[in-house]
C-alpha cells in the first residue's frame, strides 16, 4: 500500500503528463480517484496501470 506522500507525487505527475492539456479532470479527482484504489493494496505499477485507464476513460482517450 502506497503512502499518502505516493499517491499526491503519484497524481501530480500523472495529472501533469496526461490530464493537464485535457483540462477535463482536476488533480484532486485523480487523486481521490488513487486513494480508492490503494486501499485495494495493489502493487504500484498495477495501481497507475489501473489510474490509466480511468483517466482515458474520463477524458474520453479509450
Known sequence: MLSNGEIYHMAFRLWEEVIKK??????????????ELNRQDMPQEQLEEKAREWIKEKTNQG
Open 22 to 35: 485535457h483540462k477535463q479532470l482536476s488533480v484532486v479527482e485523480l487523486r481521490d480517484h488513487l486513494k
